[in-house]
């Protein structure tokens, strides 16, 4: 009788002593499994033990043992439920005490490439499979990159409408992507296949179509024979890849100090198609102009030591922000900008 009291004792103090010792979950479902397993915890020997035992004695141990079992029950169960209380705890001590459990739960969002790079990604793929490198250039241009080189010289009245903001009276926030092509040229000889996208600046007021920080893509191809049929075909290409085969294109002939013969390119109006007078996107012409291309000037060639009686080439500008409001359809440029999740979240990756 003394021996088996003795030993429900030692049981009861390594129990205390491993609960003790106990500081996570797992280790607490191992103090669990050695004492309460139903196959061969503690416990459970000790009420085969009983067994064994005379039947006078039986009644006694048993209830000793049958103590035993809901004492580490209960300890076992409060560890638990102190964990959940701690938890619960260090949440209300974080909201101050004041938490409002009906409140619904906070959607955790993930982020994603603003919809104007995403939208520049599609176009490098298009130009990438048709095997253009993708070169990259200054923003902080010099008046000779930005306009000299491409033939806009001191006070011509062209510099009118690129004009921009200067940092000293040679260093300027570039207001297009043209001047990459001249870093490019000096760079490499033809064959030459690249676009180059990137932000340009301008002096401007902001309004539906018109921003003074927008994107632009600059394409340049440099090589013998190349002619405008050459610039038709890539751009007719690239165009009904980027939106759809029946999109409506059209040439327009158009001036650049740094291409000749130009062309502007215009799309149809995506946002009323051509039907409301009064739309904001193309006044109601249907048509909205997204770029502007032409063969590289002769001189530009001879700017950069390349022989234009050897070498030809065409080049484009367009404008990405212009482009992505007319594949997207969105009447206003400026929602791109005015960071409103709401908006922007419309285009995240799926
Ligand atoms: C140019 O910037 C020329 N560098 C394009 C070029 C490149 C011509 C190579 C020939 C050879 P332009 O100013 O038209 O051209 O601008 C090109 C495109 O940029 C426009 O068609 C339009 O899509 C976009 N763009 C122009 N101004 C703005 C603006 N303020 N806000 C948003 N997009 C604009």
């Known amino acids: 009788m003394k021996d088996f009291k003795a030993k429900i004792e030692e049981h009861k103090k390594r129990f205390e002593k491993a609960l003790s010792r106990a500081k996570d979950e ?3 479902q191992e103090v669990r499994n050695a004492f309460m397993s139903r196959k061969r915890g503690e416990l459970k020997l000790l009420f085969e033990e009983l067994k064994t035992l005379k039947p006078e004695e039986k009644a006694a141990f048993g209830q000793m043992v049958n103590d035993l079992k809901i004492h580490i029950q209960e300890k076992i169960r409060a560890r638990g439920e102190l964990k959940v209380i701690k938890k619960e705890s260090a949440v209300l001590k974080a909201s101050s005490g004041k938490i409002d459990l009906t409140l619904p739960g906070q959607k955790e969002y993930w982020g994603s490439p603003h919809p104007i790079s995403l939208f520049q990604q599609e176009i490098e793929n298009i130009f990438i499979a048709m095997g253009y490198f993708i070169e990259d250039g200054p923003e902080i241009e010099t008046d000779y ?3 000299e080189a491409l033939n806009f010289p001191p006070y011509h ?4 409408d690129w004009d921009t903001l200067y940092i000293t009276d040679d260093l300027l926030l570039r207001t297009h992507t043209s001047p990459v092509q001249i870093r490019a040229m000096e760079k490499r000889k033809p064959p030459i296949r690249i676009i180059t996208p990137g932000k340009v600046y301008r002096r401007e007021t902001p309004d539906p179509t018109h921003l003074p920080m927008f994107y632009q893509v600059e394409g340049l191809v440099v090589d013998e024979g190349i002619t405008f049929a050459h610039l038709k075909g890539t751009l007719e290409h690239f165009l009904k890849t980027l939106f ?7 040439f327009r002939p158009s001036f650049f100090p740094f291409t000749e013969p130009s062309a502007e390119i ?3 109006c995506t946002v009323c198609g051509g039907k ?5 996107v193309c006044g109601g012409s249907g048509w909205i102009e997204i770029l502007g291309s032409g063969m590289v000037d002769p001189q530009v060639l001879k700017n950069v030591n390349i022989d234009p009686e050897k070498y030809s080439g065409f080049a484009f500008g367009l404008g990405i922000d ?5 594949a997207f359809q969105i009447p206003d440029m400026r929602f791109f900008y005015e960071n409103d999740l709401r908006f922007i979240r419309q285009f995240t990756l799926k």
């Open 322 to 326: 212009r482009t992505a409001m007319s």
């Open 244 to 250: 759809y085969e029946k999109i409506k294109i059209r």
């Open 276 to 280: 409301n007078e009064e739309c904001r």
């Open 26 to 28: 797992k280790s607490l």
């Open 157 to 160: 009245p062209a510099r009118d």
């Open 266 to 268: 215009d799309i149809e």
């Open 145 to 147: 990159y930005n306009f």
